[in-house]
C-alpha cells in the first residue's frame, strides 16, 4: 500500500511560477515512476510529466515542455513539479500519482499509475 499527499497549489498571476511537491508513503519501495496530472473543469485528466525515482528518466508534456521542471529528492520520498511561465490554461487540479509497475514508462494514460494523490489547485490569473 502507497499513499500520496500533494501540496503547494496556489492562485499565481500570468507569466509567474509555482512548486508543488508531493510525498509518497508506505511501501515505496516498490514505487518505479511518479508522475503528474492534471485535470480542469470539464476535460479529461491530462498527462503533464513523470519520472523514475533516479531522476534518470523523464518525460514531459508538449504542452509544458521548457515550462515546467519534473524532479526528485529520494531521502524525502518526494517528487516535485516546478511550474514557470505559467499560462491561464494552466490552471487545473494537479494529481500526483505513482507506479509500481514501470508501466508508465511508454504508458503515459492514467491507467498506468497505482496510487493516487487526492489533487491540489492550480489558479492561473491574466
Known amino acids: 500500500q502507497v499513499q500520496v499527499v500533494e501540496s503547494g497549489g496556489g492562485l499565481v498571476q500570468a507569466g509567474g511560477s509555482l512548486r508543488l511537491s508531493c510525498t509518497a508513503s508506505?511501501?515505496?519501495?516498490?514505487?518505479?515512476?511518479m508522475g503528474w496530472f492534471r485535470q480542469a473543469p470539464g476535460k479529461e485528466r491530462e498527462f503533464v510529466a513523470n519520472?523514475?525515482?533516479?531522476?534518470?528518466?523523464?518525460y514531459y508534456a508538449d504542452s509544458v515542455k521548457g515550462r515546467f521542471t519534473i524532479s526528485t529528492d529520494n531521502a524525502k520520498n518526494t517528487v516535485y513539479l516546478q511550474m514557470s511561465s505559467l499560462k491561464p490554461e494552466d490552471t487545473a487540479v494537479y494529481y500526483c500519482?505513482?507506479?509500481?509497475?514501470?508501466?508508465?514508462?511508454?504508458?503515459?494514460?492514467?491507467?498506468?499509475?497505482?496510487?493516487w494523490g487526492q489533487g491540489t489547485q492550480v489558479t492561473v490569473s491574466s
Open positions: 500519482a505513482a507506479d509500481r509497475n514501470g508501466r508508465s514508462a511508454t504508458d503515459y494514460s492514467p491507467q498506468a499509475y497505482d496510487y
Open positions: 508506505g511501501r515505496t519501495f516498490s514505487i518505479y515512476f
Open positions: 519520472i523514475n525515482w533516479n531522476g534518470g528518466i523523464r
